[in-house]
């Protein structure tokens, strides 16, 4: 159980392009979803934190005009990279809050912006 | 604030002997602690939880942590350890909204462990 899954793994995009991931709960409801940054060799950056039918909440530093989330449901949630640069390149990971508080993460996203 | 520590960047043992990778917490009231282990471009997988109890926590592949209210410590071990457990330990703490629900969690900077044959 509590497995979450990230859609896709991987995607190269150009320069000015947006990008969508896609964070789904497969067999657990999660009202609360986490959005994270890895940088490589380090540790995870929390970006946002995603309620189902509100608004997110972005942690600061974090433009919300540039990383859109949306959770529409209590399986999924997105994360939008708006009009993406090569420095937005970077491993994008969700997570899923738990019955008990703890988080379930997802496999992860490599995202590369040419 | 609350605030994770994991002092050792890298850590190397060798394949069977014991392992302990060293976390230390600074958090007001009783804390809710994480270990998670992430393998190369991977995700986080969770070993382990503490929220109350008993303060000796197994966890899944033989890992187990000890929380330790007086040293603010919640140090992961495992006694022998294979050479599929090399991969990056962070260890987390919950930061608890008003409400008391546990929302963030605060991570440390990782352990990297290298297994040798």
């Known amino acids: 159980g509590a497995v979450v899954s990230q859609h896709p793994s991987r995607v190269i995009c150009k320069s000015g392009t947006s990008v969508k991931i896609e964070c789904r709960s497969l067999?657990?409801?999660?009202?609360?979803m986490f959005w994270y940054r890895q940088f490589p060799k380090q540790s995870l950056m929390l970006m946002a934190t995603s309620n189902e039918g509100s608004k997110a909440t972005y942690e600061q530093g974090v433009e919300k005009d540039k990383f859109l989330i949306n959770h529409a449901s209590l399986t999924l949630s997105t994360l939008t990279v708006t009009s993406a640069h090569p420095e937005d390149s970077s491993f994008y990971i969700c997570s899923a809050r738990g019955q008990f508080y703890e988080q379930y993460f997802g496999p992860g996203t490599r995202l590369t912006v040419t | 604030a609350q605030s994770v520590t994991q002092p050792d960047i890298h850590i190397t043992v060798s394949e069977g002997a014991s392992l302990e990778l060293r976390c230390n917490y600074s958090y007001g009231a009783t804390p809710y602690l994480f270990w998670y282990v992430q393998s190369p471009g991977q995700g986080l997988q969770l070993l382990l939880k503490y929220f109350s109890g008993d303060t000796l926590v197994q966890g899944i592949k033989g890992f187990e942590a000890e929380f330790k209210r007086s040293q603010s410590s919640f140090n992961l071990r495992k006694p022998s350890v294979h050479w599929s457990d090399a991969a990056e330990y962070f260890c987390?703490?919950?930061?608890?909204?008003?409400?008391?629900?546990?929302?963030?969690?605060?991570f440390g900077t990782g352990t990297l462990l290298a297994v040798q044959p």
């Open positions: 067999d657990f409801q999660a009202t609360t």
């Open positions: 987390a703490v919950g930061e608890q909204d008003y409400g008391g629900a546990t929302n963030k969690l605060i």
